[in-house]
């Protein structure tokens, strides 16, 4: 397709589920090395979808969750099958980890008990989410994750360095809670680009996580959005 208009491109990949996923690894690459605020709101039929902006979800974008997403670009662009599955989870454990930390601080700052809940829900999934990732990791490719030293994990490493930076912001927040929500609303919406990626890997493992992933942040994100509307309208 010599075409370059996006819409010819998305109808060009909706049919095929090998294309389907190599899109959906590289929009989330992109989205990764972008600052992107909005990202899909239908991930379970795993499809290219609008973007849904995030003042559609809260009153106000927040300011410091783009930075979380400006490394990695087009990291993932064109992967399928072993690759895709590979570096999925190159990307997705620190993205965890992101959640994890901003859970930490939400268990330690946050004067709502439903946001303590939730925090404490969203540490123990990711955690555990984390550590499965990185046996299968070591059991299917015979090594660690990698965290730096090469071109292709600098993104990893850029992630980690803008969500500590994100994490000093969201610390010092006037109000925790509601900023709390206007970060982890995209950083979940994110996790769902990323899951739908795989949602037809070749590997049972990673199919059942991603399933796992959108279930339960698609639910979390709705919640989320409940809170929000109910306490600062």
Same mark, same amino acid.
């Given at each position: 397709?010599?075409?370059?208009?996006? &819409?010819?491109?998305?109808?060009?990949?909706?049919?095929?589920?090998?294309?389907?996923?190599?899109?959906?690894?590289?929009?989330?690459?992109?989205?990764?090395?972008?600052?992107?605020?909005?990202?899909?709101?239908?991930?379970?039929?795993?499809?290219?979808?609008?973007?849904?902006? =995030?003042?559609?979800?809260?009153?106000?974008?927040?300011? #410091?969750?783009?930075?979380?997403?400006?490394?990695?670009?087009?990291?993932?662009?064109?992967?399928?099958?072993?690759? %895709?599955?590979?570096?999925?989870?190159?990307?997705?454990?620190?993205?965890?980890?992101? %959640?994890?930390?901003?859970?930490?601080? %939400?268990?330690?700052?946050?004067? #709502?008990?439903?946001? #303590?809940? =939730?925090?404490?829900?969203?540490?123990?999934? &990711?955690?555990?989410?984390?550590?499965?990732?990185?046996?299968?990791?070591? &059991?299917?490719?015979?090594?660690?994750?990698?965290?730096?030293?090469?071109?292709?994990?600098?993104?990893?490493?850029?992630?980690?360095?803008?969500?500590?930076?994100?994490?000093?912001? =969201?610390?010092? %927040?006037?109000?925790?809670?509601?900023?709390?929500?206007?970060?982890?609303?995209?950083?979940?919406?994110?996790?769902?680009?990323?899951?739908?990626?795989?949602?037809?890997?070749?590997?049972?493992?990673?199919?059942?996580?991603?399933?796992?992933?959108?279930?339960?942040?698609?639910?979390?994100?709705?919640?989320?959005?409940?809170?929000? &509307?109910?306490?600062?309208?």
């Amino acid at each position: 397709m010599n075409s370059k208009n996006p &819409q010819d491109f998305a109808r060009g990949h909706q049919t095929s589920p090998k294309k389907r996923k190599a899109w959906l690894l590289g929009m989330a690459g992109i989205l990764v090395g972008s600052a992107a605020v909005g990202v899909v709101t239908n991930v379970v039929q795993a499809a290219p979808a609008q973007r849904e902006p =995030l003042s559609q979800t809260c009153t106000t974008p927040s300011p #410091r969750m783009p930075g979380q997403m400006m490394h990695g670009q087009g990291m993932m662009m064109g992967m399928t099958g072993e690759t %895709a599955d590979r570096h999925f989870i190159e990307m997705m454990i620190p993205h965890h980890e992101g %959640a994890v930390q901003m859970a930490d601080l %939400a268990l330690k700052l946050s004067k #709502r008990p439903e946001i #303590r809940q =939730l925090a404490a829900a969203i540490k123990r999934d &990711q955690t555990r989410e984390i550590a499965q990732m990185g046996s299968w990791y070591k &059991q299917w490719y015979n090594t660690t994750v990698p965290s730096s030293g090469t071109i292709n994990h600098r993104g990893m490493m850029g992630m980690r360095n803008m969500m500590a930076a994100d994490l000093k912001s =969201l610390e010092n %927040a006037p109000d925790f809670d509601k900023a709390f929500i206007e970060e982890m609303i995209p950083h979940h919406k994110m996790a769902l680009m990323m899951s739908s990626a795989i949602v037809d890997s070749d590997r049972a493992e990673m199919r059942n996580l991603s399933r796992a992933i959108v279930q339960s942040q698609s639910a979390e994100i709705e919640q989320m959005r409940q809170w929000y &509307q109910t306490w600062y309208k």
